[in-house]
C-alpha cells in the first residue's frame, strides 16, 4: 500500500522560501505523476504543479514564477520550494500521487500525504 | 482556466437520505472529472474518477455521472461516517482546477 509522508518547516516569515518534501513508500515511484496541492484554511484546493520521475514538471501559471519542484528518485522523494512567501501562501499543504492512465489525458490524486501546515507571518 | 462550481455549497441531510452534488465546469471536459470527499483535519480522498468509475475500497453507495459540463455525486444511502466535505476537480487541461466544495452535515 502506497504511503506519503510529508514534512518541512511550518512557520516562515514573508519573503522567506516555503520548503517541503514528501516521501513515497510501499509503491513503485516511476510511472506517476507527483504533485503539491493546497488549501488556505477554510477554503479550497489549488493545485500547485507535478513531477515525474524523469523530472518532467508542469506547474499552476498563478505561481509558476516563485515554485520549483523537483525530484530524488535514488530515495523515492519529491519537493517543494515556493520562493518569496506571504500571509496569502498560509495553508495546509498536501503531496499526492498522481495517476495518468495510457489511454485518456486525464489524471486524478490517490493517495494524498497526511497535509502540512505552513504559516506565513512576521 | 477552467472554472468548477459546485452546488449547494452546503447541504444538510440525515442518516438513510439519498443525497446529490452538482459540479459544473465553465467549459467542457469531456468525462475528466473526478471526486473527492475531505474529512475535517485530514486530506481528501479520491471517491470516484472519469466521471463515473468507483475507486477501489469505495462503498457502492457512492455514484457518478454526467459528461461535458455538468457531473453529479450521488450518495444512495447516507451513513454517518459520509458527513464532510465534497470537492470536484477537472482533469481536461491544466492548470488542474477544483470546484469550492460541498459541506454536507447533519440535519
Known amino acids: 500500500q502506497v504511503q506519503l509522508q510529508q514534512w518541512g518547516a511550518g512557520l516562515l516569515k514573508p519573503s522567506e522560501t516555503l520548503s517541503l518534501t514528501c516521501a513515497v513508500s510501499?509503491?513503485?515511484?516511476?510511472?506517476?505523476?507527483w504533485s503539491w496541492i493546497r488549501q488556505p484554511p477554510g477554503e479550497g484546493l489549488e493545485w500547485i504543479g507535478e513531477i515525474n520521475h524523469s523530472g518532467s514538471t508542469n506547474y499552476n501559471p498563478s505561481l509558476k514564477s516563485r515554485v520549483t519542484i523537483s525530484v530524488d528518485t535514488s530515495k523515492n522523494r519529491f519537493s517543494l520550494k515556493l520562493n518569496s512567501v506571504t500571509a496569502a501562501d498560509t495553508a495546509v499543504y498536501y503531496c499526492?500521487?498522481?495517476?495518468?492512465?495510457?489511454?485518456?489525458?486525464?489524471?486524478?490524486?490517490?493517495?494524498w500525504g497526511q497535509g502540512t501546515l505552513v504559516t506565513v507571518s512576521s | 482556466d477552467i472554472q468548477m462550481t459546485q452546488s449547494p455549497s452546503s447541504l444538510s441531510a440525515s442518516v438513510g437520505d439519498r443525497v446529490t452534488i452538482t459540479c459544473r465546469a465553465s467549459q467542457t471536459i469531456s468525462s475528466y472529472l473526478n471526486w473527492y470527499q475531505q474529512k475535517p483535519g485530514k486530506a481528501p480522498e479520491l471517491l470516484i474518477y472519469t466521471a463515473s468509475s468507483l475507486q477501489g475500497g469505495v462503498p457502492s453507495r457512492f455514484s457518478g455521472s454526467g459528461s461535458g459540463t455538468d457531473f453529479t455525486l450521488t450518495i444512495g444511502s447516507l451513513q454517518p461516517e459520509d458527513f464532510a466535505t465534497y470537492y470536484c476537480?477537472?482533469?481536461?487541461?491544466?492548470?488542474?482546477?477544483f470546484g469550492q466544495g460541498t459541506r454536507l452535515e447533519v440535519k
Open positions: 476537480q477537472q482533469s481536461y487541461r491544466t492548470p488542474l482546477t
Open positions: 510501499g509503491g513503485s515511484f516511476s510511472g506517476y505523476y
Open positions: 499526492a500521487r498522481g495517476y495518468r492512465p495510457r489511454v485518456a489525458a486525464t489524471i486524478w490524486f490517490d493517495p
